[in-house]
């Protein structure tokens, strides 16, 4: 439960708290009551807590107000009761209590106590607390500027706020060391300020610190894969949706937790809520294949589309993926026509099944590891050079452009054969480039790539970390 900060040592300030409440000094019983809530000075006691509060509170205390309605909100000696909660909020935030501001701000963003969310009363109440020196609320206030979500987006204002958290906030320093220590590759003290972030509560700390352990530029021995979902699983209650994806990724892969593709599913569900264009693209991937869902190639091509339309440049993956799902549609399609001692086999080429996630399942490892090489990440780079200097990608627009409006089988089939081979060659120089960084010697892994979401990169943070909040 939120308290005031005591500057007297705690039994001292006891002392003078009781004697001032007894001469009947409202902010007194006020801090009395949130003393007994913590356990400062005193054994904890919500029940004396409460009685202080409720009286404090009674005498239109500000103070008492919201921490009776912490008590409600918590359920601590009372019935929990958010719609009281709520009330006892706006009162205190009508006397310009910034905590109160910034927690009936969470409680608009979450749907707490409110009949439902409304991100727009959210940021406005967030800005009050942001005004009044509040230092989570600065945060949450320019993250949704820096996302247009309740607000205009505005990236000027929001670096106006994230300036001033910087100066004023331990949290924010901690999470500029991490900065700087990650830029000066000493990346073992930019993950410890991250994690020191992190445990203060700030999202930012935690994706961050998930970030880098997933990426492997530190060495964390067998436990990684469990810290980096912890964190990741942090992050995202905390409405980053890039660590939503990461979250959905990890229970589709059992990385760090059991492999649950139905939970998978939900958590993607989640981010596709957030319109993620990769939710979307991964949605229908995994309806494609009846992976944690009903599978149904007519809703895969929707949430395919729907990708498209969200995401712009994933133009290329999502023509792809239709293609390749009018393949599976019609091998499917063909299974009644295929004899019965080889429909054993010829349901197994196009399908998924546990603990595999690629149509090739045990043989996925041993692919993956023919192809872990700097020689053939060397060939692929030079292809990719000679592609660019031949304008292919301009011939594949050409040719899809074509295909869309000939509406040819033929064109189909080219199309296919030609996206296939672009995309291999593209996602296999990008693994091999994550491996290269991986497999240098020392204790830490170095590698390209920024760091999501440091206060002077506002253009990382866009594109990685998407938005996330200080929560209850």
């Not at 958010?82 to 009508?94: H, P, R, T």
């Not at 592609?387 to 040719?399: E, K, R, T, W």
């Amino acid at each position: 439960m939120p308290v005031c900060h005591l500057m007297l040592p705690k039994p001292q300030a006891m002392h003078y708290f009781e004697r001032a409440a007894a001469a009947g000094d409202v902010d007194a019983m006020a801090h009395l009551g949130h003393m007994f809530a913590n356990g400062y000075g005193a054994k904890k006691s919500y029940e004396t807590a409460f009685s202080w509060l409720k009286l404090a509170a009674d005498k239109e205390s500000a103070s008492g107000q919201f921490g009776l309605a912490c008590l409600y909100l918590y359920g601590h000696h009372v019935e929990e009761d958010q719609e009281m909660a709520y009330k006892l909020m706006l009162k205190a935030a009508g006397q310009g209590h910034a905590e109160a501001n910034f927690f009936i701000g969470i409680m608009h963003h979450k749907g707490l106590g409110v009949r439902r969310k409304n991100i727009q009363k959210a940021f406005q109440y967030y800005v009050a607390a942001a005004q009044a020196g509040h230092v989570p609320a600065m945060y949450n206030a320019a993250m949704m500027q820096l996302s247009g979500k309740g607000t205009v987006k505005s990236c000027k204002s929001a670096v106006g706020l994230l300036k001033q958290l910087a100066e004023r906030s331990p949290e924010a320093a901690a999470l500029q060391k991490g900065h700087e220590y990650f830029f000066q590759s000493d990346y073992n003290l930019a993950l410890l300020s991250y994690l020191e972030a992190a445990e203060m509560g700030m999202e930012l700390g935690q994706s961050n610190a998930a970030w880098l352990l997933h990426r492997g530029y530190v060495i964390a021995g067998g436990m990684r894969a469990n810290v980096t979902f912890t964190l990741t699983q942090r992050s995202a209650d905390q409405g980053n949706v890039a660590s939503l994806l990461l979250m959905a990724d990890s229970y589709l892969q059992g990385e760090g937790v059991d492999q649950d593709w139905t939970r998978s599913a939900a958590v993607y569900y989640d981010a596709f809520q957030e319109r993620s264009a990769q939710a979307m693209f991964n949605l229908g991937f995994m309806h494609e294949f009846g992976v944690g869902v009903v599978k149904d190639f007519k809703l895969a091509k929707r949430f395919y589309l729907m990708a498209k339309h969200a995401q712009p440049e994933a133009f290329l993956p999502v023509q792809i993926a239709c293609l390749w799902l009018n393949v599976h549609e019609i091998w499917d399609a063909a299974l009644p026509f295929v004899p019965s001692q080889l429909k054993p086999f010829w349901m197994r080429v196009l399908s998924l099944r546990p603990p595999y996630t690629t149509i090739l399942g045990e043989w996925g490892a041993v692919v993956k590891r023919l192809f872990a090489t700097n020689t053939l990440l060397h060939f692929e780079q030079v292809i990719g050079r000679l592609f660019a200097f031949l304008h292919i990608g301009d011939l594949v627009a050409m040719v899809v452009s074509s295909d869309e409006d000939s509406d040819s089988d033929s064109s189909d089939i080219t199309v296919l054969v030609v996206l296939v081979i672009l995309l291999l060659l593209v996602l296999r120089a990008r693994n091999q480039r994550a491996a290269a960084r991986a497999g240098q010697a020392g204790q830490v892994q170095a590698g390209g790539g920024g760091v999501q979401g440091a206060v002077p990169q506002m253009r990382e943070r866009l594109r990685f970390a998407g938005m996330g909040f200080v929560g209850l």
